[in-house]
């Protein structure tokens, strides 16, 4: 009697086609973490510019309402919360507390900012009914510097020596590493 050899048919994998499906699986995984991240650091980065923005034109329509920058203290430079930030805020929001002398006797509403709900998010936080600040995407509060000696020009934050000019106020974020002088500063100017 003879007997037929038939080759057994191939089932499943060899282990070397499946490392190279796992290794392209990952090359494809890390490309899109990649894509993802910044997406996420542009979405923060416009989140600061349009915070940073808004509150440079609230301040600039105060100043050409009033012909003044609201009084919050004697500093020249200050960060949006805390006690002098926080009152700005009310004070560019229509929210002064009553029984106050208004800064804002006309009530007109100068920032609609975007609410947050923390400080990562970027924008004015409320905590419960009382304004925390407003910040950057990054949970960093906003900086602002007035022009006090009314000559249209103010000291550059970020190069000593250098100034901004043709601004009243200047508002900024020191950007996503927080840290100053590297380049990745939100601006208003």
Same mark, same amino acid.
């Given at each position: 009697?003879?007997?037929?050899?038939?080759?057994?048919?191939?089932?499943?994998?060899?282990?070397?086609?499946?490392?190279?499906?796992?290794?392209?699986?990952?090359? !494809? =995984?890390?490309?899109?973490? $990649?894509?993802?991240?910044?997406?996420? #650091?542009?979405?923060?980065? @416009?989140?600061? +510019?349009?915070?940073?923005?808004?509150?440079?034109?609230?301040?600039?329509?105060?100043?050409?309402?009033?012909?003044?920058?609201?009084?919050?203290?004697?500093?020249?430079?200050?960060?949006?919360?805390?006690?002098?930030?926080?009152?700005?805020?009310?004070?560019? !929001? =229509?929210?002064?507390?009553? $029984?106050?002398?208004?800064?804002?006797? #006309?009530?007109?509403?100068? @920032?609609?900012? +975007?609410?947050?709900?923390?400080?990562?998010?970027?924008?004015?936080?409320?905590?419960?009914?009382?304004?925390?600040?407003?910040?950057?995407?990054?949970?960093?509060?906003?900086?602002?510097?007035?022009?006090?000696?009314?000559?249209?020009?103010?000291?550059?934050?970020?190069?000593?020596?250098?100034?901004?000019?043709?601004?009243?106020?200047?508002?900024?974020?020191?950007?996503?590493?927080? +840290?100053?002088?590297?380049?990745?500063?939100?601006?208003?100017?």
């Amino acid at each position: 009697m003879k007997t037929h050899f038939y080759p057994r048919s191939r089932s499943g994998f060899t282990l070397v086609e499946l490392l190279v499906v796992i290794s392209i699986i990952m090359v !494809l =995984a890390a490309m899109g973490f $990649g894509a993802i991240a910044k997406v996420n #650091q542009r979405k923060n980065e @416009l989140v600061t +510019k349009t915070c940073v923005t808004d509150l440079s034109m609230a301040l600039d329509q105060f100043y050409n309402t009033y012909s003044r920058f609201p009084s919050v203290g004697s500093a020249d430079e200050l960060t949006a919360e805390g006690q002098a930030g926080t009152e700005l805020l009310k004070i560019l !929001l =229509a929210k002064e507390d009553p $029984g106050s002398e208004l800064q804002n006797p #006309q009530q007109i509403v100068f @920032l609609t900012p +975007k609410i947050a709900s923390n400080k990562n998010q970027g924008g004015l936080v409320y905590s419960g009914n009382q304004i925390e600040g407003m910040y950057d995407a990054w949970g960093r509060p906003l900086h602002i510097k007035f022009d006090e000696d009314s000559d249209n020009e103010i000291p550059n934050p970020f190069r000593q020596g250098e100034v901004v000019r043709q601004k009243r106020v200047i508002v900024w974020s020191f950007g996503p590493d927080g +840290k100053f002088g590297d380049n990745d500063e939100v601006k208003s100017w």
